[in-house]
């Protein structure tokens, strides 16, 4: 475990600063004409901007969803401003010729996009607002025969992959924020490992909004061809600001026969003040298609975003394929989360596993909602479901929804709930020990978010202790 | 070293001390006995600084400072340990990084040095000897799933650690097999120097037999009713408490 924990939990969210660039920014409003704007920006393929236009046209027949245990103010998707990229970014750009304003702007958010200091074993692809700024390390990747670069510079270069696969995990028609994303997805990653190929080194995404009043809308996009390997991770931050922002954004994952994708996220989007002004509104459509023997698993740590609205799924679709959810949730002040996961058991001898783990401080609101279907045609298959909640002081809530539907008689479904409080007495003992109450939160929540920790790739684990210490900065009287 | 005088405390609308006074010296053993209920980890606690209590009346110093004024975790830097009679569980938490945080925290308060996970552990090595427990508790998380005479002996195992100079042992006794009342009471035994004092919390004469006192106290209905030397607690195990009582 960090021991910087400690020296974090009284910080501020760090990541709240402007950067001053000169930026093409849209006007705000939704019509056909703004999707056309945007593929045109991008200099799309017709094939490209037909598909975005019929997603348009269905987003437009469908209403917002109000399903889930979240709380906010109608969002007016013509007040929006849907494109927002620095001028100085040409699009396929090379690195050393990105704006220095940038670069020092990722260097605050402790990223080197610089071919000499990047993170050891980890290539970056980072997004600022609508745009990628650069991918490090696409050399020594392309090596391997691993592509990975932005969503725009793949649709360019790869686009009979694209053409395969998107849409094919997330269909634009899929729910309404999916089909919005599909209308105006701007940029977004995209990786593709060749057959057989274990990728050497970590893949991340570095998600920053910089721009006001505009939502971020991205598209990610992971292919592990048979018996290929890929983990990789994504980070987000965003400006302190006193408006709500869109984010809403699709992943598609997919792996073929006796693939493995590894998909971590910390989430640290702004989560607007202590009375719930500002903040991202963040609606994430997350799936994956696991077919023969392969496995998909997602690890996610939320901290940050006035709402999250998220349910990273798999659909095990190949026989003895394998699908994980591990989550932790944190919600502090008025911040609101409804999130889980949906395991679809297709395939025969399919085996998922969810480990929840929310926790819910100041007037915070933490949904787990999860969702696991065995199809008759599952024979065999198995899910273990463990879902952990902890209170942290009296105003905030934990709620839980599990839907559980088993339609063949060889499956077989475990569901392990509980609720805890932190309570005063395990503060208390922490203290008599010599521990600030801040430390001893810090510790003891980490100690109940340890199975999930022990999943994320070692310096996000890091990342993610410290991003709590400051998440629940506060919390206690 | 600690001067407790008239000390009153209530918890809810309760009153549970109703004027202890107490004088500990560097270099001495105290203990304290009486029946059920009468007030005894509400002391112990209150010294520790647990945040349940309200004190009505009366002050605690300690070398010197007003104690009462001091946060919990700063009582600790200073010194003052509590071996719970209900040790508490922090589930995912292993031991070896529970102990080192604490560890670390109380020398960062005196302006030591810390140890690394490395350094802390050849640390432990010693440490875990002297109480007789085996390093894989080392791994385990903080009292999750231990027997009752485990949680004890993990209590010894921080205070052979933080080695505090005031030491309240409530009821660490309670739930020991007789080897590991033995090597408890060693351990402690083992600890003890002229610069630092114990307070032991018993029912048991037998515990006093290994951890000798200099003096033993009555505590009935929050106050101390007699005081005596380590032949007071024989005399209590023979004729039990009523008649202290009814002499008070
Ligand atoms: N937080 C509290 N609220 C209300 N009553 C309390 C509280 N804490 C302790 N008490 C009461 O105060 C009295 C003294 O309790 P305490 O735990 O100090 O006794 P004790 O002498 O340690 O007893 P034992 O020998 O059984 O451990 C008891 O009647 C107990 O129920
Ligand atoms: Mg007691």
Same mark, same amino acid.
């Given at each position: ?59 437009? +027949? ?47 958010? =402790? ?11 980890? +290539? ?54 999916? *089909? ?57 931050? *965003? ?9 809403? +954004? ?21 989560? =607007? ?6 903040? #991202? ?24 975003? *006035? ?47 969810? #480990? ?28 273990? !479901? ?6 942290? =002081? ?24 509980? !609720? ?19 430390? *001893? ?37 | ?44 606690? $209150? ?70 996970? $490395? ?11 002297? &109480? ?45 097999? $007789?080897?590991?009342?033995? &090597? ?26 290994? $951890? &000798?006192?200099?003096?033993?106290? &009555? ?30």
């Amino acid at each position: 475990m960090s021991s910087s924990i400690e020296s974090l939990v009284n910080k501020e969210y760090q990541y709240g600063f402007v950067t001053d660039v000169e930026s093409d920014t849209i006007a705000p409003g939704l019509t056909e004409d703004t999707v056309r704007l945007i593929s045109s920006k991008k200099d799309e393929p017709e094939w490209l901007l037909e598909w975005r236009l019929k997603a348009f046209r269905r987003w437009q +027949a469908m209403t917002e969803p109000h399903w889930s245990n979240l709380k906010y103010a109608p969002i007016d998707y013509q007040a929006q401003r849907y494109y927002s990229a620095p001028k100085s970014i040409t699009p396929l750009q090379s690195l050393d010729q990105v704006d220095p304003e940038l670069l020092r702007a990722y260097d605050k958010l =402790g990223i080197s996009l610089s071919e000499q200091k990047h993170l050891a074993g980890v +290539a970056v692809d980072a997004i600022f607002d609508s745009v990628s700024v650069g991918t490090t390390m696409k050399a020594e990747l392309s090596k391997h025969g691993v592509v990975f670069c932005s969503f725009t510079e793949a649709v360019h270069n790869h686009p009979e992959l694209i053409k395969k696969y998107l849409g094919s995990v997330v269909p634009y028609s899929d729910n309404f924020f999916a *089909a919005l994303n599909s209308a105006v997805f701007s940029d977004g990653s995209f990786c593709y490992v060749p057959k057989g190929v274990r990728c050497p080194i970590e893949l991340s995404t570095y998600f920053r909004i910089n721009a006001a009043n505009t939502g971020q809308f991205e598209r990610t996009l992971i292919v592990a061809d048979e018996g290929a390997y890929v983990s990789y991770l994504e980070g987000c931050t *965003a400006p302190k600001r006193d408006t709500h922002q869109l984010h809403a +954004a699709v992943v598609e994952l997919v792996a073929l026969d006796n693939a493995t994708v590894k998909y971590s996220t910390v989430q640290n989007w702004y989560a =607007g003040d202590k009375d719930g002004v500002g903040g #991202i509104y963040n609606f994430v459509t997350k799936r994956g298609k696991a077919h023969t023997n392969s496995k998909i698993s997602w690890t996610q740590v939320e901290t940050g975003s *006035a709402i999250t609205w998220k349910y990273p799924s798999v659909i095990l679709q190949g026989d003895n394929s394998t699908g994980e959810f591990y989550s932790v949730a944190v919600v502090n002040n008025m911040q609101q989360a409804d999130t889980g996961t949906k395991m679809i058991h297709i395939g025969k001898n399919t085996k998922s596993t969810i #480990i929840s783990k929310g926790i819910s401080a100041g007037h915070g609101q933490n949904s787990y909602r999860g969702q696991v279907k065995m199809l008759p045609k599952a024979h065999g298959s198995r899910n273990y !479901t463990q879902c952990d909640s902890m209170l942290i =002081g009296n105003k905030c809530g934990a709620h839980t929804f599990p839907y559980i539907e088993v339609a063949n008689n060889s499956s077989i479904t475990e569901h392990e709930a509980s !609720t805890s409080k932190i309570g005063e007495d395990q503060i208390f003992y922490c203290k008599q020990r010599g521990l600030s109450a801040e430390h *001893a939160i810090s510790l003891i929540v980490s100690g109940f978010c340890r199975e999930v920790f022990k999943e994320l790739p070692m310096e996000f684990a890091l990342e993610a202790q410290q991003l709590l210490g400051i998440t629940l900065e506060g919390s206690v009287g | 070293m600690l001067k407790i005088d008239n000390l009153h405390a209530t918890a809810g609308d309760k009153e549970i001390l109703k004027g202890i006074s107490l004088t500990v010296n560097a270099g001495e053993v105290h203990a304290i006995m009486g029946p059920n209920g009468s007030g005894k980890s509400t002391l112990a606690q $209150i010294i520790a600084g647990h945040p349940g209590y309200v004190v009505t009346a009366g002050s605690v110093t300690y070398e010197g400072k007003d104690l009462l004024a001091m946060p919990a975790e700063e009582r600790a830097q200073a010194g003052v340990f509590l071996a719970f009679q209900y040790p508490v569980e922090i589930p995912g938490v292993t031991n070896a990084y529970f102990f080192r945080s604490a560890y670390n925290e109380v020398r960062k308060a005196n302006g030591k040095e810390e140890l690394d996970p $490395i350094e802390f552990l050849d640390l432990m090595e010693k440490k875990l000897k002297l &109480v007789e427990m085996d390093e894989a508790m080392l791994h385990r998380s903080v009292n999750a799933g231990f027997s009752g005479g485990e949680k004890k002996r993990n209590e010894i195992l921080q205070m052979a650690v933080l080695e505090p100079k005031l030491a309240i042992l409530d009821e660490t006794d309670s739930g020991l097999d $007789i080897d590991a009342l033995r &090597v408890v009471a060693g351990g402690v035994n083992a600890l003890r120097r002229p610069d630092n004092a114990t307070i032991v919390v018993t029912h048991y004469q037998r515990l006093l037999n290994y $951890i &000798v006192p200099d003096f033993v106290h &009555v505590l009935a209905h929050g106050r101390i009713v007699k005081s005596g030397g380590k032949e007071l607690a024989l005399e209590l195990e023979a004729r039990g408490y009523d008649w202290v009582m009814e002499a008070a």
